[in-house]
């Protein structure tokens, strides 16, 4: 049986009434810019595999933000404004180390977590009020299928994916897969979809990387050379459209007082392959 457990909305200050109440469930509360995000409801039965999110419950046992189980038993209370909501969810989590007293190995009860945000509700004549509301739900998302992201660190037995997007994703989907006759691949792909180009701003962090590298093996006296210029990579908007190469120049005179690179980039749109433009960076004494 479905179950349609709705948060329970507390204010500090009074009791909500039936429609105060109905409106904050069904506001979206996705706009609101928060890292633990409450729905106002969730969907819940017997069996249904589920996806643990907001918290990390128990790093020890392999009870955090991500993990997967199946939802065994729903405990469930009437709130005043006559709303049904989830006091605890019992989930089996089968990769877990969960050993609790009077309960099969891997079950763990899901307690509601809790989650303060302002909004807005309307009010008498026409004006509207803001109001601090704290929620109460369960952290917990159907999980019938999961981004690649989500799955991260996982082996499954079947996965069902579509390899379009290419690069790094491609092969974070298709290697969660535990056997070959477990990868169900949705749409055929050639392998000009998998090899797709490394995006620029990528090839600009590892720029940075190489930089800081650089600099710490001059710093640490294991390298000769001058310190380089560590780019801000989000403030490379112009150079990342054609970046391909990045290489320091290490032949400056000792003279200088200011720190150089020279960054080599080669574009499809220059003129000459063979002479790429290069761009002299000097960062401040």
């Given amino acids: 049986m479905l179950i349609v457990c709705a948060a329970l909305d507390k204010l500090s200050s009074c009791e909500l009434s039936y429609a105060e109440h109905e409106t904050l469930l069904w506001s979206n509360v996705a706009t609101l810019k928060a890292a633990c995000i409450l729905p106002g409801y969730v969907m819940l039965f017997e069996g249904m595999p589920v996806i643990l999110r907001v918290h990390n419950l128990s790093t020890d046992l392999g009870i955090t933000n991500g993990s997967q189980g199946v939802v065994c038993k729903i405990f469930t209370a009437v709130c005043p404004a006559g709303f049904t909501y989830a006091s605890c969810v019992l989930v089996e989590f089968p990769y877990s180390k969960v050993c609790l007293s009077d309960l099969p190995k891997g079950y763990y009860p899901i307690l509601p977590s809790t989650w303060t945000?302002?909004?807005?509700?309307?009010?008498?004549?026409?004006?509207?009020?803001?109001?601090?509301v704290t929620r109460y739900q369960i952290p917990?998302?159907?999980?019938?299928?999961?981004?690649?992201?989500?799955?991260?660190?996982?082996?499954?037995?079947q996965v069902l994916i579509n390899l379009h997007e290419g690069g790094f994703a491609a092969y974070v989907a298709a290697s969660h897969a535990q056997t070959c006759k477990g990868l169900c691949i949705t749409q055929p792909v050639t392998v000009d979809f998998l090899n797709k180009q490394i995006p620029s701003d990528l090839l600009v962090e590892v720029w940075c990387f190489e930089a800081i590298e650089h600099n710490t093996l001059v710093k640490c006296r294991l390298y000769q050379g001058p310190f380089v210029l560590v780019p801000d990579a989000?403030?490379?908007?112009t150079l990342t459209q054609a970046l391909i190469?990045?290489?320091?120049n290490t032949n400056i005179i000792s003279s200088l007082t200011k720190k150089h690179c020279i960054v080599e980039v080669y574009s499809n749109d220059h003129d000459d392959e063979d002479s790429p433009a290069k761009m002299s960076v000097a960062s401040k004494t």
């Fill in 117 to 132: 945000f302002t909004t807005s509700i309307d009010c008498a004549e026409e004006k509207q009020e803001n109001i601090c």
């Fill in 140 to 157: 917990i998302q159907p999980a019938f299928a999961v981004m690649g992201h989500s799955a991260g660190g996982k082996t499954l037995p």
């Fill in 234 to 237: 989000e403030g490379e908007k």
């Fill in 245 to 248: 190469s990045v290489q320091f």
